[in-house]
């Protein structure tokens, strides 16, 4: 293991200990400095995309799913593929 390996890891251990709120404030600076430093351009279609379905969320028209529900069928979904993949 590198030293940078290292002191990651003794990093991410530092931050596992830390209190949730503090762990918390440390994960939300860190997605945003991603964030910032993001070149991507975003095509107007895109942007429209985005536009419309904040709208419909807005508006209540949209359809909606609770994140349970979906997290659910997601590891339904990965437990059925991974079945397939060792009965094959």
Known sequence: ????????A???ECALSMPRAERSYLATKLIGSLDEDDDVEVS??????????????RLGTAQ??????????ARELVARIRKEKQAA
């Open 64 to 73: 909606l799913v609770p994140h349970e529900e979906v997290m659910s069928g």
């Open 44 to 57: 107007q279609e895109w942007r429209d995309e985005l536009n419309r379905r904040v709208e419909s969320v």
């Open 1 to 8: 293991m590198s030293t940078a390996a290292l002191n990651i």
């Open 10 to 12: 003794e990093l991410v």
